[in-house]
């Protein structure tokens, strides 16, 4: 009634959305109405899922279950509080040392989020009169924190160490601190940064140095200790970030550094001062996740033969896949609206592998990402490829 009443002043947000459906980028949210597996119903089919960050299989894993409903009986659901006034539970510390050790870092502190440990950390530790030195493809979450820092931000071409260096050159001797800033793997390429050349070149202009090891954590280095340990560089990089929503398949991020760093962050990221502390069951699974990847190196050793027989399979069937190293594959579209009918097309057919466009990556290069896990069988596997080249046939994406 009020509508017709008056005028709508949000209507522009509906004029907005009907030109995404003529454009074919609207985008409906999925249902997901099973645990995520390598197989699993969503919006009522059976789909073989390409589409999750469950590298390892942990996020319907016994041990991890266990440990979550354990911690519930003892600590209940929530710790009611944030961090800094009473929700700093036992469990929260014992994660924290945890990861530390695993990262082989002083300390460690956890967010409520990979975006809140990116972005609070970022703008906790940099201000006005500071430089940001940033790849172009870095995840929203950094690009978040070095707005809210009100820092300067310097972006230079994707993976183009010389590029970085140049601007760190033109900025030495400028007042203020350097941040050379990173992804380990690119979320949408499923490349991986080249961190030995952007570690001497931050220690060449006396930069921070800081990583995102959002979809490194649990896939590269020794039991997955990310990128730094995939290069050696422990000691050299000063602030690493990782995520426990991925690999780790609970939620979180985490910091992991100095211990004056870590005791910064408590005083000055606004996520960690201003919103709650995770549920102690999400602490108890992650714990429990950590050591899984210690006992069981094979899971990620499955991850990673997975990942090359499916890469491989997908570049000899033709598909232009771009840079990808890692489990992260992207098949490369380039327009939206067909990514997003090849996604649709390929989900009717049983293989869930998400179209992803602008914002999320650059105009003109759409793709569908697939992402293989350690739990995928080779049946799945061949099932899928034999789905996607016959539905990129019949859109005319293969010859
Ligand atoms: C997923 C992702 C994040 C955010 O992690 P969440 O824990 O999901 O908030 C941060 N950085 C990168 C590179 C990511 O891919």
């Given amino acids: 009634m009020i509508s017709e009443l008056k005028s709508n002043p949000l209507s522009y947000l509906s004029e907005q959305l009907e030109t995404w459906k003529r454009e074919g980028t609207y985008q409906r949210l999925r249902e997901l109405q099973t645990a995520c597996g390598p197989v699993c119903r969503v919006d009522g089919r059976e789909v073989i899922n390409l589409a999750s960050n469950n590298y390892l299989g942990l996020a319907d894993h016994p041990k991890l279950k266990e440990a979550a409903t354990e911690a519930i009986r003892r600590y209940g659901v929530g710790s009611a509080a944030v961090r800094t006034i009473a929700g700093t539970m036992s469990l929260h510390l014992e994660l924290e040392r945890r990861i530390a050790e ?6 460690c502190v956890v967010f409520q989020s990979g975006f809140a440990a990116n972005a609070g950390t970022v703008a906790a530790i940099l201000g006005p009169d500071d430089h940001i030195v940033s790849d172009e493809l870095n995840h929203a979450s950094i690009i978040d924190g070095c707005r809210l820092s009100k820092a300067r931000i310097h972006i230079f071409p994707h993976k183009d160490v010389a590029a970085a260096d ?64 995939h290069f050696n560089l422990h000691g050299r990089v000063h602030i690493q970030v990782g995520t426990l929503s991925k690999a780790i398949a609970a939620i979180g991020g985490y910091v992991c550094g100095s211990r004056d760093l870590i ?6 990221a606004r996520p960690f001062l201003f919103s709650t502390s995770h549920p102690p069951s999400v602490a108890a699974t992650c714990l429990a996740a950590l050591d899984l990847l210690e006992k069981e190196p094979e899971r990620i050793e499955r991850l990673w033969q997975n990942t090359e027989y499916f890469k491989g399979e997908l570049r000899k069937a033709g598909f232009q896949t771009g840079a990808s190293e890692t489990p992260i594959t992207p098949i490369l579209i380039g327009d939206a609206a067909l990514a997003f009918r090849f996604s649709n097309e390929l989900f009717e057919e049983g293989v869930f592998a998400t179209g992803v466009g602008y914002p999320t990556v650059p105009k003109g290069k759409a ?33």
């Fill in 102 to 107: 695993f990262k082989k870092t002083e300390a």
């Fill in 263 to 268: 005791e910064f962050l408590y005083h000055r």
């Fill in 367 to 399: 793709r569908i990402r697939t992402i293989v896990t350690a739990v995928h069988t080779r049946e799945h596997l061949d099932r899928a490829l034999e789905i996607l080249v016959r539905v990129a046939k019949r859109l005319g994406i293969l010859a």
């Fill in 166 to 229: 140049r601007i760190l050159s033109e900025l030495d001797g400028e007042p203020g601190r350097k941040l050379l800033i990173t992804d380990g793997v690119f979320s949408m390429d499923g490349d991986i940064a080249p961190l030995p050349q952007l570690v001497e070149v931050a220690e060449r202009h006396g930069a921070i140095m800081m990583v995102d090891d959002a979809h490194a954590s649990g896939v590269l280095g020794r039991a997955g200790r990310g990128t730094v340990d």
